[in-house]
């Protein structure tokens, strides 16, 4: 791997890994304490991240970087075609078609899963992955889990 697709693993993707993880401890927490609109607040940076990484690892779309630019090839989405639907015209699209969208995926019902079908997609780049690219994938999977246990702590002193 050269030296800048090893950072644009830990500059972007970890980013996109870290605001996904944060975002389902916080909404976590904050569905716990009833929060309503601040859930839906955190619940949609769960959509927008999960969608970018979604399209990382499982889509060949002409406008995103791919994990088969990084040894590894395209994977089978953990998501449901209804739920990829749901995501694509609910996170960065406004259509008139989204109000009346005959979808039967509520993704409030599914947002706290979609953060852990990303980390197992991350989880099996690592496997696939050897040497230096295994190891800043591990690095990365590890400071992003750090960073959501440190979000669900600061959520929770939020209540306090």
Same mark, same amino acid.
């Given at each position: 791997?050269?030296?800048?697709? !090893?950072?644009?693993? %830990?500059?972007? @993707?970890?980013?996109?890994?870290?605001?996904?993880?944060?975002?389902?401890?916080?909404?976590? &927490?904050?569905?716990?304490?009833?929060?309503?609109?601040?859930?839906?607040?955190?619940?949609?940076?769960?959509?927008?991240?999960?969608?970018? @990484?979604?399209?990382?690892?499982?889509?060949?779309?002409?406008?995103?970087?791919?994990?088969?630019?990084?040894?590894?090839?395209?994977?089978?989405? +953990? @998501?449901?075609?209804?739920?990829?639907?749901?995501?694509?015209?609910?996170?960065?699209?406004?259509?008139?078609?989204? /109000?009346?969208?005959?979808? +039967? $995926?509520?993704?409030?019902? $599914?947002? @706290? !899963?979609?953060?852990?079908?990303? &980390?197992?997609? *991350?989880?099996? *780049?690592?496997?696939?992955?050897?040497?230096? &690219? %295994?190891?800043?994938? &591990?690095?990365?999977?590890?400071? /992003? %889990?750090?960073?959501?246990?440190?979000?669900?702590?600061?959520? !929770?002193?939020?209540?306090?």
């Amino acid at each position: 791997m050269n030296t800048e697709d !090893r950072n644009y693993i %830990k500059k972007h @993707l970890v980013y996109e890994l870290e605001m996904l993880l944060g975002a389902a401890a916080a909404t976590k &927490v904050f569905d716990e304490y009833d929060l309503g609109n601040v859930c839906s607040i955190t619940r949609d940076s769960i959509y927008v991240h999960t969608r970018n @990484l979604h399209n990382f690892f499982c889509t060949n779309s002409r406008n995103d970087r791919h994990v088969d630019e990084f040894g590894t090839s395209i994977m089978k989405s +953990p @998501l449901s075609t209804d739920e990829v639907d749901a995501l694509h015209s609910h996170a960065l699209h406004v259509k008139k078609e989204r /109000a009346h969208s005959a979808n +039967p $995926v509520h993704l409030a019902a $599914v947002a @706290l !899963r979609f953060a852990d079908d990303i &980390v197992l997609l *991350w989880e099996q *780049w690592i496997n696939d992955a050897q040497g230096v &690219v %295994k190891t800043t994938l &591990v690095e990365a999977l590890t400071e /992003a %889990k750090e960073c959501s246990a440190n979000t669900e702590v600061d959520a !929770r002193k939020l209540r306090q």
